[in-house]
């Protein structure tokens, strides 16, 4: 019974073996050792680890990876626990892209275990530098501490307004470690970006989450978004400009190549003449100040042309300002070819979507367009069709049943005829005496002739009456 269940554990364990062997990749690919070929798609993650600033790519394979999922990977810093930080995509293989590291495994609960002992080792380190910065006096903030090359090796990072003279802070942590220390100084925003955080928004930090490249902001984007220059609003955790300032700035770049510069003098469609008082990016309007004192909204399609200071009668001042922007000109138009084009964008993403579902569906079945079975709806068109047709065809045979039972009615000519051979029928039969019989169909006629009755006069019945 033993040897059958050894025999039987040895055979699964060479099948797993076997599999990952076939499922896994090579823990680091190089140009000695490559075996793809230029073109070939690969599939990547993204992975972060804890402390690190930004997600590296790797190798996966054929596992099957969910987001967030803890992972064991060779990062900088050595093998690390880290989580899946991307959905999996692909990429064409090319050379520039080695060297390339694969994940090593899924992180088993002894791996996360060692992990946050590691976790515990590194505050207790960062306690004992922080005890020592301050014994030094030295104006540098302590952020985090990381253990490398497999726990020979501590680096220490810091953030600091200016350079720092850490030598003798250096020797005593060499002297309490006994190990290889290295202190590293980085900037704020990469102090939040390896510490995390939840930004005024409510969620994580984008530097800490997903962005792999951040810091590209400046106070142009907040100018160019109408944005208030408020600074307690434009700035981030870190002190510094909110990396998202950045998302949506070529979108109003582009906006704001279809509209007039604001404070330029212009001239409408409809012949209005005025300096641009304020710009809509978003909504792609604009409010004109006209020379008769009216402020008005207009939508992109009603610009015109620019002008100069000297082809606009504008006046220096005004006694009364209106405000008309309640109605916007052009909107209606504007709705309606914005209408059209919605509706042409569905037509086009519906076409591509038949397309796309026939040729899935002709790959996983093998059969052609044309093959394809009908809808529901066309099943149930074609039952209703047919039974229609089953239904005319029972009236058809009805109405004929019905016919040869009762017979049609005669012609003229047929009747004639017929009456003809009836009398004829008559005639030669024998006559027979009557006697004083008179003929059928002839009535005697009255005594006393065609005699006509006097007119009724209006006092007989009185008269007789009387005589009575």
Do not use: W
């Not at 099957?64 to 899946?84: E, H, I, N, T």
């Not at 709705?335 to 796309?356: D, V």
């Amino acid at each position: 019974m033993n040897e059958n269940t050894s025999s039987d554990s040895e055979s699964s364990q060479d099948i797993e073996k076997n599999y990952v062997s076939q499922s896994s990749v090579k823990e680091e690919v190089t140009e000695s050792n490559c075996r793809f070929q230029p073109g070939q798609p690969l599939k990547f993650v993204r992975v972060r680890f804890p402390g690190h600033a930004r997600s590296y790519p790797f190798l996966i394979g054929q596992r099957k990876l969910v987001y967030g999922q803890k992972v064991m990977a060779m990062s900088d810093r050595g093998m690390a626990v880290g989580y899946v930080n991307s959905f999996t995509y692909e990429l064409p293989f090319d050379k520039s892209m080695l060297p390339l590291r694969s994940i090593n495994k899924i992180a088993s609960e002894a791996d996360i275990v060692s992990e946050k002992e590691t976790y515990q080792k590194q505050k207790e380190t960062e306690t004992l530098c922080q005890r020592l910065i301050d014994k030094h006096n030295l104006d540098m903030n302590l952020t985090h501490v990381e253990f490398t090359q497999f726990g020979k090796k501590v680096v220490f990072y810091f953030v600091a307004p200016a350079r720092v003279d850490f030598r003798g802070l250096v020797k005593d942590l060499v002297g309490e470690l006994k190990l290889r220390i290295e202190l590293r100084q980085i900037s704020v925003r990469d102090r939040s970006a390896s510490m995390g955080a939840l930004g005024p928004c409510g969620r994580e930090l984008c530097c800490s989450s997903f962005l792999s490249r951040y810091g590209n902001v400046s106070i142009k984007m907040a100018k160019n978004q109408n944005l208030t220059l408020n600074y307690s609003k434009l700035n981030g955790v870190c002190g510094q400009l909110k990396c998202c300032l950045q998302y949506e700035d070529e979108v109003y770049h582009q906006k704001r190549k279809k509209l007039p510069p604001e404070g330029s003098f212009v001239e409408t469609t409809n012949g209005d003449k005025g300096k641009i008082f304020r710009l809509h990016i978003l909504s792609e309007q604009f409010d004109v100040l006209t020379e008769r004192g009216k402020i008005k909204r207009y939508t992109q399609s009603y610009f015109k042309r620019k002008l100069k200071r000297s082809d606009v009668n504008m006046p220096e001042r005004f006694e009364n300002i209106s405000d008309e922007t309640n109605t916007v000109l052009g909107l209606n138009d504007e709705q309606a070819e914005n209408a059209r084009r919605f509706e042409h964008e569905i037509n086009k993403l519906k076409i591509k979507a038949g397309s796309y579902a026939s040729e899935v569906f002709e790959e996983l079945t093998g059969i052609a367009q044309q093959e394809q079975q009908e809808t529901p709806q066309q099943i149930e068109a074609k039952k209703e069709k047919e039974l229609l047709k089953i239904e005319k065809e029972a009236l058809k045979k009805h109405t004929k049943h019905i016919e040869k039972e009762i017979p049609e009615p005669a012609t003229n000519t047929e009747k004639t005829s017929v009456e003809d051979n009836e009398q004829a029928k008559k005639d030669s039969r024998p006559r027979q005496d009557r006697g004083n019989r008179r003929p059928r169909g002839k009535r005697p006629p009255r005594k006393g002739g065609n005699r006509k009755r006097p007119p009724r006069q209006a006092g007989n019945k009185d008269s007789k009456k009387s005589e009575s």
